[in-house]
């Protein structure tokens, strides 16, 4: 056995080792001591000298944007976190283990950097990745694949037209510049390559671009580095116009083509408080999609708005035109009943055989004596002709009336009104619909934003 070892030693020294020879991770694990007292090496700072800085390098990936809510300005993304660190206390030489470069231990064995997300508002529900990779440089790295639910500031200013931008800002919760330094290896454009290579799903969202950025700020008294990754989305404007701002758009049409029901009767006043009530029904949607916490009016809000006081302008301009349609029949109402009357009497005693028929038939009946049944007989008998009379004076003051109907009469003062106020309202409210729908459109498809 001792001279075995000798040769074994000797070959060593020598730089060789048997090619039949097989080693395991143990044995590395073995001379790095990791096995015999792990907790040696997961508690402090992995550097021999406590001067010296430990480099992390920090790269993320985006794999999915998972949700974007609104109301609660929170912002959900699935992202590949890669990390990077020196370790001083972990080497070896690979031609010793039979070219072993790299093994996987569990992540409670080694020290990790304490690394937070500022904006992160819940605790990653996955768990996290159970192994490390350690290098024989003493090189460790770790990837994770975490759900953030995050807190982003929401641009709704040109919803559903708006671009929104959420950061994922990364430093080290106790650590100072002097002990930890994050830096990152992958620019802005390559990190934006490789996120649209690795790409899932994007929700109702169109990924435009990552952004990473380097500053050193002052938290608590305490230098740090941090890391910010800028995620760019554009939203995916099509489901919103489908369906929310066509079906406004169509209620201010049907509003408009309104103006061809005629104004008698009520179906016109209905039709359009139906619409307005429909509107009501679209804004009250809108308020359950967009926070109430926003510095300017969304343009969409806006919008809404503005149909919505247009078509109450129409509805209110209906009312002023049947409150002078009322008017201007009272007053035709009127004028044939002048008429009738002066037919009436143009028949002579008309108020008398009136008069005479209404005493006969309503004379009271005092008793069934034989003298009253016999006037009463004769009472009716001569009625009879009052009345026949009086139907024919009817009939002819009716056929009058109506003849006077048929005839072209000029129009009434109010009809003339109303016919001004219908030319010069509906000139008014094609201008305004056109004017409001430009002006929309031109801010909406501006680049200027909150």
Not at 122 to 143: C, F, M, N, R, Y
Not at 164 to 169: A, G, N, T, V
Not at 197 to 218: A, I
Request: hydrophobic fraction near 40%; charged fraction near 20%.
């Amino acid at each position: 056995m001792m001279l075995a070892g000798f040769f074994f030693s000797v070959l060593l020294l020598a730089g060789g080792v048997p090619a039949d020879r097989v080693c395991s991770y143990n044995q590395v694990l073995e001379h790095l001591n990791v096995s015999t007292d792990p907790n040696l090496y997961s508690m402090t700072r992995p550097v021999r000298d406590h001067t010296k800085t430990t480099v992390v390098t920090l790269e993320v990936i985006l794999y999915a944007i998972l949700d974007v809510r609104e109301l609660d300005q929170t912002f959900i993304p699935y992202v590949w976190i890669f990390t990077k660190w020196q370790n001083d206390h972990i080497s070896w030489n690979p031609q010793d283990f039979c070219g072993i470069e790299n093994i996987t231990i569990p992540h409670q064995v080694l020290w990790k950097p304490d690394l937070s997300i500022e904006e992160m508002v819940e605790k990653d529900k996955a768990p996290p990745s159970p192994h490390l990779t350690i290098s024989s440089s003493g090189q460790v790295w770790v990837q994770n694949d975490q759900v953030l639910p995050s807190t982003c500031r929401m641009h709704i200013y040109k919803f559903p037209f708006d671009i929104q931008s959420c950061d994922l800002s990364f430093k080290s919760v106790v650590h100072s510049v002097q002990e930890i330094r994050l830096l990152h290896s992958l620019g802005s454009a390559e990190a934006t390559r490789w996120s649209r290579e690795v790409m899932r799903t994007q929700y109702e969202w169109l990924f435009v671009g990552m952004s990473v950025d380097n500053k050193t700020l002052t938290f608590f008294g305490i230098e740090q580095d941090m890391i910010i990754y800028t995620i760019t989305m554009k939203r995916r404007p099509v489901l919103y116009i489908i369906n929310f701002m066509l079906p406004v758009l169509f209620f201010l049409g049907l509003d408009m083509a309104s103006f061809l029901i005629p104004d008698t009767g009520g179906e016109k006043l209905s039709f359009k408080v139906t619409l307005l009530l429909a509107v009501t029904v679209m804004q009250l949607i809108l308020n359950e999609i967009l926070p109430s916490s926003t510095n300017k009016i969304p343009l969409i809000a806006v919008y809404c708005i503005g149909i919505f006081a247009l078509m109450l302008l129409s509805l209110l301009e209906t009312i002023v035109v049947l409150y002078l349609m009322d008017k201007d029949g009272g007053s035709e109402d009127q004028s044939l009943s002048e008429d009738f009357n002066q037919q009436a009497d143009s028949k002579g005693g008309g108020d008398k055989k009136w008069t005479r028929c209404v005493s006969i038939c309503n004379g009271p009946a005092r008793g069934n004596s034989p003298e009253l049944m016999k006037d009463k007989e004769q009472t009716e008998s001569g009625s009879v002709d009052v009345i026949s009379e009086e139907t024919r004076d009817v009939m002819r003051a009716l056929t009058v009336l109506l003849n006077n109907r048929k005839e072209p009469s000029k129009p009434s003062y109010w009809s003339k009104v109303i016919t001004k106020i219908h030319r010069i309202f509906f000139a008014f409210y094609v201008t305004a619909v056109t004017l409001f729908l430009a002006g929309m459109y031109f801010i909406w498809q501006s680049n200027q934003d909150d």
